[in-house]
């Protein structure tokens, strides 16, 4: 098992920044590759970023690249997701995941998730 833990979110005007933070306990980190998805009411979970476990490859959607980063801490068991630049379409709950070593843009692809912390952006 791994627990996730997800920190972070808060309500940002427009173009400000949040720094999203998810803390991992439990089997070992390193064998996940790990991803951020994000999810509004009524709508299927979507794939955000993914990085892959020896910090070496990272994934995006189209939507966030060049505003996101994801970056991870094998040592301290940590995976970040910086977000810059903001859009009121950014709004959603952002959830964290741990999942196979191959790269997977599939929610169901991914064993263990965090509860979510809400990300909210004001026009």
């Known amino acids: 098992q791994v627990q996730l833990v997800e920190s972070g979110g808060g309500l940002v005007q427009a173009g400000g920044s949040l720094r999203l933070s998810c803390s991992a306990s439990?089997?070992?980190?390193?064998?996940?590759?790990m991803g951020w998805f994000r999810q509004t009411p009524g709508k299927e979970r979507e794939f955000v970023a993914a990085i892959s476990w020896d910090v070496i490859s990272t994934y995006y959607v189209d939507s966030v690249k060049g505003r996101f980063t994801i970056s991870r801490d094998n040592v301290k068991n940590m995976v970040y997701l910086q977000m810059n630049s903001l859009k009121p379409e950014d709004t959603a709950v952002y959830y964290c995941a741990a999942g196979p070593r191959e790269f997977e843009l599939r929610s169901r692809a991914y064993d263990y998730w965090g509860q979510g912390t809400q990300v909210t952006v004001s026009s």
């Open positions: 439990g089997r070992t980190f390193t064998r996940y590759n």
